[in-house]
T-cell receptor, first 113, second 116 residues
Framework: AQTVTQSQPEMSVQEAETVTLSCTYDTSESDYYLFWYKQPPSRQMILVIRQEAYKQQNATENRFSVNFQKAAKSFSLKISDSQLGDAAMYFCAVLQGAQKLVFGQGTRLTINP | NAGVTQTPKFRVLKTGQSMTLLCAQDMNHEYMYWYRQDPGMGLRLIHYSVGEGTTAKGEVPDGYNVSRLKKQNFLLGLESAAPSQTSVYFC???????????????FGSGTRLTVV
C-alpha cells in the first residue's frame, strides 16, 4: 500500500526566515508524482508545487522549493523568506497509478511576526 | 468562476439520518473524487469516478454511496449517519491521463458535517 508520512504535526518560523517541512513516502512504482498542497483557514486546498519522480531536478516555484531524494523516498518543502500569508496546513501527496492521490497527515505551519 | 462547488457547506445530522452531498464542476473534468479530512489523518479517499456512470471504492468507502449520473456532478450519500462520519468532506476533480498531473486536482471548499 502507498503511504505518505509527515512527521512534524506543527512547525513555526519567524517571519522572513526559512523553514523546511518534511515528507517521506512509500511506493512500489517507478513512475509517480509528488505534490505539496496548502490549506489556509478558509479550507481551500491550494497546489503549491509539483515534482515528477523521473526528473532529478528539484522543482521551484518562487519562494517554494523542494528537496527530492528519490532513493530515500523523501520530498521536503522549503519556504524561503516566510510571510504571514504562508501560515496554513501543508499536505504532502503522492499520485500513483490511475487515480489515487494519497495525502500525508499534514503539518500546521505558524509564522511568528 | 470555473471550479468545483460543494453544497451544503455545513450540516448537522442526527444519528441514523440520511443526507446527500452534491459536488458540481464546470471544467469538463473526467475524474471526480470524494475525500474526508480528519485531524491528524490528512485527506482520505472515500470513492471516486473516472467518468459518467462509473464509480469505484477508495480507502474508506464503508457507510457511503456515490453516483455519477452526469459528468459534471458527483453525489455522496450517507444512508444512516453515524458519529464516526463527523468530518470535513472535500470533493475534487481532474482531467484524465497526463493532464491530471500537469493541471492538478481542483478542490471544492469542503462541507463540515457533524453527526450527533
Amino acid at each position: 500500500a502507498q503511504t505518505v508520512t509527515q512527521s512534524q504535526p506543527e512547525m513555526s518560523v519567524q517571519e522572513a526566515e526559512t523553514v523546511t517541512l518534511s515528507c517521506t513516502y512509500d511506493t512500489s512504482e517507478s513512475d509517480y508524482y509528488l505534490f505539496w498542497y496548502k490549506q489556509p483557514p478558509s479550507r481551500q486546498m491550494i497546489l503549491v508545487i509539483r515534482q515528477e519522480a523521473y526528473k532529478q531536478q528539484n522543482a521551484t516555484e518562487n519562494r517554494f522549493s523542494v528537496n527530492f531524494q528519490k532513493a530515500a523516498k523523501s520530498f521536503s518543502l522549503k519556504i524561503s523568506d516566510s510571510q504571514l500569508g504562508d501560515a496554513a496546513m501543508y499536505f504532502c501527496a503522492v499520485l500513483q497509478g490511475a487515480q489515487k492521490l494519497v495525502f500525508g497527515q499534514g503539518t500546521r505551519l505558524t509564522i511568528n511576526p | 468562476n470555473a471550479g468545483v462547488t460543494q453544497t451544503p457547506k455545513f450540516r448537522v445530522l442526527k444519528t441514523g439520518q440520511s443526507m446527500t452531498l452534491l459536488c458540481a464542476q464546470d471544467m469538463n473534468h473526467e475524474y471526480m473524487y470524494w475525500y474526508r479530512q480528519d485531524p491528524g489523518m490528512g485527506l482520505r479517499l472515500i470513492h471516486y469516478s473516472v467518468g459518467e456512470g462509473t464509480t469505484a471504492k477508495g480507502e474508506v468507502p464503508d457507510g457511503y454511496n456515490v453516483s455519477r449520473l452526469k459528468k459534471q456532478n458527483f453525489l455522496l450519500g450517507l444512508e444512516s449517519a453515524a458519529p464516526s462520519q463527523t468530518s470535513v468532506y472535500f470533493c475534487a476533480s481532474s482531467y484524465s491521463g497526463r493532464d491530471r498531473v500537469g493541471r492538478g486536482y481542483t478542490f471544492g471548499s469542503g462541507t463540515r458535517l457533524t453527526v450527533v
